[in-house]
């Protein structure tokens, strides 16, 4: 890359211009690097290199200067990835404007805010943590907005912040489902999925399960993703990653072994279960509790 388009690029968190282009590259040059797949178009008029990762602040600078503002602010989702809490892989750009977006990849939200709702982070503008998470809250679908505030919670946010942001948003969409899943929100969740997989056994009617139980066993002190002290029941969610391959046995086969000798009995989840069919893990669970 020529050096003063090099030079906007690293004050623009990696992105650059259609027009600063043109300052040292011909309209041919841009669309022969375009084509070639050397950069990569983030929004109107605006451009990456292809090993330049889409960050959330590379894509937020991209859509204010797609817009042509001066100062733009990640909100929703974005905000969340800026945070440190977001759960979902959609990619899409969330900021706060009033322009409408000629991008389906952009998400503008006309939104009231405060000037103290905002913060700097990692270099660009956003909602606050707390501004962040109960808007994530409000209008994500359950099992997702639950894994953000477990999430968000884990990285420090106290329940007590997101009781004070949701209480001045009275009126708006999706509030109700924000108070409810703050009351159900536990930081001791250690993934989405978990989380995920905890609500559909709250909404199937189950006791609400405890996250990440400690069980002392003969073998040593033994974690269960999800249980229920009572009835010595555990729940297991089994990820394609930590769950697979050969080493799987090694580390599952000896703790599960030891917790059924000592009484526990173990029921494991997947994620199409726990997207599609949650009734084939809580059914067996409640009819365990039955039996109990």
Not at 32 to 47: H, L, S
Not at 100 to 127: C, K, N, W, Y
Not at 149 to 158: E, K, M, Q, W
Not at 242 to 268: E, F, M, Q, V
């Amino acid at each position: 890359m020529r050096s003063e388009l090099g030079q906007f690029r690293d004050k623009q968190f990696g992105v650059f211009t259609a027009q600063q282009v043109r300052r040292e590259y011909t309209r041919a040059e841009l669309r022969a690097r375009v084509d070639r797949q050397e950069w990569v178009r983030v929004f109107q008029g605006v451009y990456r290199e292809a090993a330049m990762p889409p960050t959330p602040a590379l894509r937020v600078e991209a859509a204010r200067l797609s817009m042509g503002l001066p100062f733009l602010a990640a909100c929703y989702d974005t905000a969340a990835e800026l945070h440190g809490f977001s759960v979902l892989d959609d990619q899409l750009t969330h900021v706060l404007g009033g322009q409408v977006s000629r991008s389906r990849r952009l998400i503008v939200h006309r939104d009231r805010i405060d000037p103290t709702e905002l913060e700097l982070i990692q270099g660009s503008v956003a909602t606050n943590a707390a501004r962040t998470a109960v808007d994530v809250a409000r209008t994500a679908n359950r099992m997702d907005a639950l894994a953000t505030l477990d999430l968000a919670l884990r990285r420090g946010l106290s329940r007590a912040e997101l009781a004070f942001e949701v209480a001045k948003q009275v009126g708006r969409r999706g509030r109700r489902q924000a108070v409810e899943l703050i009351e159900l929100a536990d930081h001791r969740a250690e993934s989405p999925m978990e989380s995920r997989t905890r609500l559909q056994c709250i909404d199937a009617g189950l006791p609400h399960p405890e996250p990440q139980v400690e069980v002392r066993t003969r073998d040593g002190l033994r974690r269960i993703d999800l249980g229920w002290r009572h009835w010595r029941i555990g729940l297991e969610y089994h990820s394609a990653t930590w769950h697979s391959g050969p080493a799987a046995a090694l580390r599952d086969n000896p703790r599960h072994n030891w917790l059924t000798t000592d009484g526990w009995t173990i029921y494991y989840a997947d994620a199409p279960d726990v997207y599609h069919h949650p009734d084939h893990f809580t059914e067996p669970i409640r009819h365990a509790m039955y039996r109990g």
